[in-house]
């Protein structure tokens, strides 16, 4: 079983409409949780960490956690053309290495 | 500003040949990491390194191998390329205790023919 589990996608998303990306993850004992953003050909980029239960905004972006369910979600409000790109979900191992879902890819339609 | 580098960016050689990819951050972090990234399979870590002189295996590190003799570097070694290490290689470094969001490097494209 894959540590970490994301819907491959692609999410179709018109502008301007919220899009939500869902992960789930297998190791309960997991304590700290990341979204990257990754652009065609370029390296992830760090959205947003989140280490307790219940919802963490900034801007945007809301990341949401439920231990208890070992589930995982970005929603991004008001989406953008310009933010179609795979989103990773990534969680910590024990130590300090993060094991990364294979990524969702986002389209977000003019 | 500090940063992460990786060179090459691009990069082709033989089957059979030694490769040493380099990646060099200016952040002082004490954790470095490579992964390499296929499609189908994401971001698979192949070695890591906790700080000096401290190197560990990841889920994919057969045909690789890493030093660590100070804390900006952490060149990743192909000991014999072989065609199934074609792939994106992607290095990232984190503080250490407390934080552990990962900053990643631009990736170096290796193929291997």
């Known amino acids: 079983q894959k540590e970490v589990e994301q819907n491959s996608g692609p999410l179709s998303v018109p502008e301007g409409a919220i899009a939500s990306l869902n992960c789930t993850y297998s190791?309960?004992?997991?304590?700290?949780f990341f979204w990257y953003r990754q652009y065609s050909g370029k390296s992830p980029e760090l959205i947003m960490s989140?280490?307790?239960?219940g919802d963490k905004e900034d801007g945007r972006f809301t990341a949401q956690l439920n231990k208890a369910s070992q589930y995982v979600s970005l929603l991004i409000r008001d989406s953008q053309p310009s933010e179609s790109a795979t989103y990773l979900c990534?969680?910590?191992?024990?130590?300090?290495?993060?094991?990364f879902g294979k990524g969702t890819s986002l389209l977000v339609t003019p | 500003d500090a940063e992460i580098t990786q060179s090459p960016r691009h990069k082709i050689t033989e089957t059979g040949r030694q490769v040493t990819l380099a990646c060099h951050q200016t952040?002082?972090?004490?954790?470095m990491f490579w992964y390499r990234q296929d499609l189908g399979h994401g971001l698979r870590l192949i070695h890591y390194?906790?700080?000096?002189?401290?190197?560990n295996k990841g889920e994919v590190s057969d045909g690789y191998s890493v030093s660590r003799s100070n804390t900006e570097d952490l060149p990743l070694t192909l000991e014999s390329a072989a065609s199934s290490q074609t792939s994106v290689y992607f290095c990232?470094?984190?503080?250490?205790?407390?934080?552990?969001?990962?900053?990643f490097g631009q990736g170096t494209r290796l193929t291997v023919v």
């Open positions: 952040w002082n972090h004490n954790n």
């Open positions: 989140i280490y307790s239960n």
């Open positions: 990534a969680v910590k191992r024990s130590g300090y290495a993060l094991n």
């Open positions: 190791d309960r004992g997991s304590q700290s």
């Open positions: 390194s906790y700080g000096v002189h401290d190197t």
């Open positions: 990232a470094s984190s503080p250490g205790t407390g934080a552990t969001e990962a900053f």
